[in-house]
């Protein structure tokens, strides 16, 4: 099993505030859909998750900043060159869109380990990852195999302006089948194929 880790700054500035400006933009421009209305939801909306108080967009990764894709996929390569991209999210936290809460639970099997990392927030929010507690500050991310360790998020009261930004990177073995176990809300496994076909893995 890989380790939990964290990692500090690891964005460099620049790079990050090139990644929020990208986010952001996104953000005001997709066309958002509630989880609630059910069916298959392509990956150019935003989708508000009310039951957990946020907002989520799948990222392409042939769109988003060339070196977040190139640090974030340099780091992976770091701890296994056998890992290619699955899925690339955004996800905002906010009253806006529900009462935030993350149950503990574990990802589904097409996620081997997944880099979190906050991008921006205004109040801290531990992450419990087998009732080890990790707390983020901006720009800090934690590595994890996501669909093997309990994780969740340590319950809070948000304030009405009080949110938290994260993206979610999440990886897997190259020749792990893209296979769910139950059909997913969200096209989600579009990077993947993508990806193995440009490698000429498939």
Not at 53 to 73: A, C, Q, W
Not at 93 to 114: E, M, Q
Request: hydrophobic share 35%; with cysteine.
């Amino acid at each position: 099993m890989i380790e939990v880790k964290t990692e500090n700054n690891f964005f460099k500035p620049d790079i990050l505030n090139e990644f929020k400006d990208y986010i952001y933009k996104e953000l005001l421009s997709r066309p958002s859909v509630s989880l609630d209305q059910g069916g298959e939801i392509n990956t150019e909306v935003s989708l508000v998750q009310s039951g957990i108080g946020r907002i989520v967009m799948h990222l392409n990764i042939h769109k988003i900043p060339e070196d977040v894709y190139s640090r974030t996929f340099w780091h992976v390569n770091k701890i296994n060159e056998n890992m290619i991209p699955n899925t690339f999210m955004f996800a905002r936290y906010s009253k806006k869109y529900g009462i935030p809460k993350l149950l503990p639970h574990i990802d589904n099997s097409n996620t081997d380990f997944t880099i979190d990392c906050q991008i921006d927030s205004n109040i801290q929010w531990p992450i419990i990852i087998e009732n080890e507690k990790y707390v983020l500050n901006n720009n800090d991310a934690i590595v994890f195999e996501s669909s093997k360790y309990v994780h969740w998020r340590e319950p809070i009261l948000f304030g009405d302006d009080d949110y938290v930004d994260m993206a979610f990177f999440h990886f897997i073995h190259k020749d792990k089948p893209n296979d769910f176990k139950k059909k997913a809300s969200i096209k989600g496994d579009y990077i993947f194929n993508y990806y193995k076909k440009e490698k000429g893995l498939i």
